[in-house]
């Protein structure tokens, strides 16, 4: 039998060719949030068909670890390309981007402790989506990455079989849930939107994220350091809400409004 993570590769690099859109990933995903997953299933391909049997088969903690470091990898390098090529200083998109690096960083070693074999980070179509070509539209991909990750974790935790890890899970999938509330509340949406997270399952969450994948496999980063490309200012006073060229205030419970404006030229701050 082939290795999961194989498999995996397999089911999101197929759904890459069919939703090659950014389009495509945001159309998805909300499906997903609106309990589309049967529209989503009807859709599915071989791969993603054959990922879905082979985990009514196997469902090992292994492979739910290296589900999970899928999304993962997609998140931070979705945050660390992003915030470098956009020039967006924030210190909570800061810590969002370092807590995917660590949540990473972790499920490598747990996996690797386990005798499985990491699933590598990939290549991604963030750029050529246009995913970076402005401000606005890599905070409102934060946001459904962000939603839809808390769906996964809501979704995966319970196939967990070992008691210690299904409760490292819940640690991650909480602060994946305070990430969907901020990137909810800085665009615009409820923070807080149910009284219930709904869960998804793995095939759904895939289908779902399938157009950032290439489907060629990236060069190993360097994880010995957390560089990000950009050199950040020495007065990191102005870094505290800057989102969208501007400096924000959160009223308690309202929307963000700006109130300094703040020149952005080339993608790069002045």
Known sequence: MRPFHEIILDAVVEERTRQSSRRGFLSGASKLA??????????AGPAMLGLKKTMAQAGGDIDILNFALTLEHLEYA???????RLGIFNDFLDDVRD???????????????????????????FAEMGIFDSQAAFLDTARVLENTGVMAY?????????????????TIATVEARHASYLN????????????????????????AGPFFCGAPAPAPDRSIRDDGVEEPDDRSIRGDSVDGQTESVDQGGAVEPTEEVEVED???T
Do not use: K, W
Request: hydrophobic content about 45%.
């Open 34 to 43: 609106g309990g589309g997953a049967l529209a989503l299933a009807a859709t």
């Open 78 to 84: 979705f945050y660390r390309d992003g915030l470098a």
């Open 99 to 125: 807590h995917e690096d660590i949540h990473v960083d972790t499920l490598v070693s747990v996996i690797s402790s386990l005798g499985g074999t990491p699933v590598t980070e990939q290549c991604y179509t």
């Open 154 to 170: 809501t979704g995966a935790l319970a196939m967990i079989q070992s008691p210690d890890l299904q409760t490292a899970g819940a």
């Open 185 to 208: 509340l800085i665009t615009g949406f409820n923070p807080f939107p149910a009284a219930f997270d709904t869960p998804a399952t793995m095939a759904e969450i895939l289908a779902a």
């Open 267 to 269: 993608g790069v701050r």
